[in-house]
């Protein structure tokens, strides 16, 4: 069981910044891959980015590129979530999710990719 523990959201203004984390049970470094994912209301989760730590290779959904960066800390078991540049568009629960194995079922941007999940941190963005 790996358990994921999101902070860092909160209220910001159109343009601002916010670091999102994820403290995990077990080594980071242990995990397949790891993601951020994202939930308007009304609207199913999205994917947001993935690190892939055996070679540490991210990819984005294309409206963060550029403004979000997505990276891990092994010594303290946790992955993190730099957003700059945010819009009222990034207004969503923010999850994070951990994949312990490869499964070649799927795609790293789909949930079912994934084994556990954080419960989630609320990033609002005023305009």
């Known amino acids: 069981q790996v358990q994921l523990v999101e902070s860092g959201g909160g209220l910001v203004q159109a343009g601002g910044s916010l670091r999102l984390a994820c403290a995990a049970s077990e080594r980071t470094s242990r995990q397949y891959a790891m993601a951020w994912f994202r939930q308007a209301p009304g609207k199913e989760r999205q994917f947001v980015a993935v690190?892939?730590?055996?070679?540490?290779?991210?990819y984005y959904e294309d409206s963060v590129k550029g403004r979000f960066t997505i990276s891990t800390d092994n010594a303290k078991n946790t992955l993190y979530l730099k957003m700059n540049s945010l819009t009222p568009e990034d207004t969503a629960v923010y999850y994070c999710?951990?994949?312990?194995?490869?499964?070649?079922?799927?795609?790293?941007?789909?949930?079912?990719?994934?084994?556990?999940w954080g419960q989630g941190t609320q990033v609002t963005v005023s305009s």
């Open positions: 690190i892939a730590l055996s070679g540490t290779s991210t």
């Open positions: 999710a951990a994949a312990t194995y490869y499964s070649g079922n799927y795609h790293y941007s789909e949930t079912d990719y994934y084994d556990y």
